[in-house]
């Protein structure tokens, strides 16, 4: 099993749509959550870290439920330029400090 | 807006030599990263640096690799006899906290072993 898993994709949506994403992670060690964004060929990019109180920012909200180990992400009335892929991430300790451990990423294509 | 700046942006090599990958983090960031995404795969990480020592390693960071802060600015990944299955984009990343709630990505560095 993954230690992170995602939907597996693509999503093509028009324009204005609300866009789910959905993650969860095996490993209960898990101590932060984030969504990143990567176009392609390009580096990832912080989207938002994500607190079980639930975080919005604009057209996005992400919630993270620790006890089922979820994490979502909605992308409400989305646009042109949200199309790329979007990786659910989540640091895990190890020995020393911690490992990033990211999702295969769900693609978002919106369409005119 | 700082950024964190890697170069070569690609490189070709042939199977077996020894590659060195270079990244200037952000100036003020202590904690610095190595990822390698292989072409249409997720992005795996490598290893974690805080004050001159490897904090941080995963599996794929075998003998094979190692990195270095050289000077006050540059982090490097050095790849020995390098591998066709080393053929990735290889970012580097800084943060500026412990815990890596912020993390900044370079642009990558684009290796292709033949």
């Known amino acids: 099993r993954k230690e992170v898993e995602q939907d597996p994709g693509p999503f093509n949506v028009p324009e204005g749509a609300t866009v789910a994403f959905n993650c969860t992670y095996s490993?209960?060690?898990?101590?932060?959550f984030f969504w990143y964004r990567q176009d392609c060929r390009k580096e990832p990019k912080l989207l938002m870290s994500?607190?079980?109180s639930g975080n919005e920012d604009g057209r996005f909200t992400a919630q993270l439920n620790r006890a089922s180990q979820y994490i979502s992400l909605l992308i409400r009335d989305s646009k042109l330029s949200d199309s790329a892929t979007y990786l659910c991430?989540?640091?895990?300790?190890?020995?020393?400090?911690?490992?990033?451990?990211f999702g295969a990423g769900t693609r978002l294509f919106v369409k005119a | 807006e700082p950024e964190v700046t890697q170069t070569p942006s690609h490189q070709v090599t042939q199977m077996g030599q020894e590659v060195i990958l270079r990244c200037v983090p952000i100036?003020?960031?202590?904690?610095f990263y190595w990822y390698r995404q292989i072409l249409g795969q997720k992005v795996e990480f490598l290893v974690s640096?805080?004050?001159?020592?490897?904090?941080?390693k995963s599996e794929i960071f075998d003998d094979q690799f190692s990195v270095e802060r050289p000077d006050g600015s540059n982090f490097t990944l050095k790849i020995r006899s390098t591998k066709l299955e080393d053929s990735a984009m290889y970012f580097c990343?800084?943060?500026?906290?412990?815990?890596?709630?912020?993390?900044?990505f370079g642009e990558g560095s684009w290796l292709t072993v033949v």
């Open positions: 990343a800084s943060s500026p906290d412990k815990l890596g709630n912020t993390i900044y």
């Open positions: 490993n209960s060690a898990s101590q932060s």
């Open positions: 994500v607190y079980s």
């Open positions: 991430v989540v640091n895990r300790g190890g020995t020393g400090g911690f490992k990033t451990i």
């Open positions: 100036s003020n960031h202590l904690y």
């Open positions: 640096f805080y004050n001159n020592e490897i904090s941080e």
